[in-house]
């Protein structure tokens, strides 16, 4: 079987898990695409699961109410080994990264990181992913009875869900005692979409002049729109916004139905982390600007004149 370690917060099932069931599918490997829940309460997360998998595993304990690392890949790894998993795929998150090299290691599985896409080739699994600052797109393979891997986030198109449901059941666990102790977590409190599950995201660019040009036309559109708000590195760098807005090669990968992008110059950079989105609506002065090379739609001209507009058509 694929074994996908799911994703979730809140008691959702994250968009990165319906992009890890499109990986599996499109890999063209053999066997079930099944769905691993691990977390506390999460009965709606493994019905969210199984409408896009072929079968889902529970596993609703106290010990895993919080996310370790350890107890993670202790898990997944038992599972795996269970299952008789030929490929692991775990989401290329933080934590996902954080965890998924000790899955590879129990599992004594050769590791194929951040892909960007999958593939069988024979015996192998065949993965692309970006280096050499995202200028350049490699190639890697593996062979061996398992195989992990990390897909990259807003590399694939979220699943939609199957004419029937995937059946569910419920997993024993041997789990290790925690080295680890959580005493506490803090969560980023936003009214607005988080980046990697918007449908409509508007980004801000150094052209944008400043950070308070930024608030008043990046996030005033974004709100007029219900939109998600990103940033580029310069932006992040400058300290104009938080590094959880960053898009790009260091940043978020994301695959929106429209990105708007003020006063983005399009280095290659950034368009590695956002060039897969289906609509590009690029806004900048410099007609030359590399962003309008890949923009579906653009307008040369002055954002402090266009993006008013484009607020007051909004709200009406």
């Given at each position: 079987m694929i074994l996908i370690v799911a994703e979730h917060s809140a008691g959702k099932l994250a968009k990165s898990t319906l992009e890890m069931v499109t990986a599996a599918r499109d890999s063209g490997r053999e066997g079930p695409v099944t769905v691993l829940v691990l977390g506390q309460n999460i009965a709606g997360v493994a019905t969210e699961a199984a409408a896009v998998a072929d079968q889902v595993l529970v596993a609703d304990l106290p010990a895993l109410a919080t996310y370790n690392a350890e107890a993670w890949a202790a898990a997944t790894a038992q599972i795996a080994g269970e299952g008789e998993a030929?490929?692991?795929?775990?989401?290329?998150?933080?934590?996902?990264?954080?965890?998924?090299?000790?899955?590879?290691?129990?599992?004594?599985?050769?590791?194929?990181?951040?892909?960007?896409?999958?593939?069988a080739n024979g015996a192998a699994l065949q993965a692309q992913r970006y280096t050499y600052l995202a200028r350049v797109t490699e190639t890697v393979e593996a062979e061996g009875p398992v195989v992990a891997v990390t897909v990259k986030p807003g590399s694939f198109e979220a699943a939609a869900p199957a004419g029937?449901?995937?059946?569910?059941?419920?997993?024993?666990?041997?789990?290790?005692?925690?080295?680890?102790?959580?005493?506490?977590?803090?969560?980023?409190?936003?009214?607005?979409?988080?980046?990697?599950?918007?449908?409509v995201i508007v980004t801000g660019g150094r052209g944008v002049g400043n950070a308070e040009n930024f608030s008043k036309y990046v996030e005033g559109l974004a709100d007029a729109l219900g939109a998600g708000v990103g940033a580029t590195r310069a932006v992040v760098d400058a300290g104009w916004r938080p590094y959880a807005e960053q898009v790009g090669q260091t940043g978020k990968t994301v695959q929106p139905g429209a990105y708007i992008a003020l006063g983005v110059s399009g280095a290659v950079q950034h368009l590695s982390g956002m060039g897969k989105s289906k609509n590009i609506i690029a806004i900048n002065k410099d007609a030359e600007a590399p962003i309008f090379k890949v923009a579906d739609y653009g307008i040369v001209g002055d954002i402090n004149e266009i993006v008013p507009a484009l607020i007051e058509a909004s709200r009406k």
């Open positions: 030929h490929t692991v795929i775990i989401g290329g998150s933080r934590s996902g990264r954080e965890f998924a090299p000790r899955v590879a290691v129990k599992l004594d599985a050769p590791y194929l990181e951040d892909a960007t896409s999958l593939k029937e449901a995937g059946e569910q059941y419920d997993v024993e666990l041997t789990l290790p005692a925690s080295r680890v102790e959580v005493t506490g977590r803090s969560v980023e409190k936003s009214s607005r979409v988080a980046l990697t599950e918007a449908d």
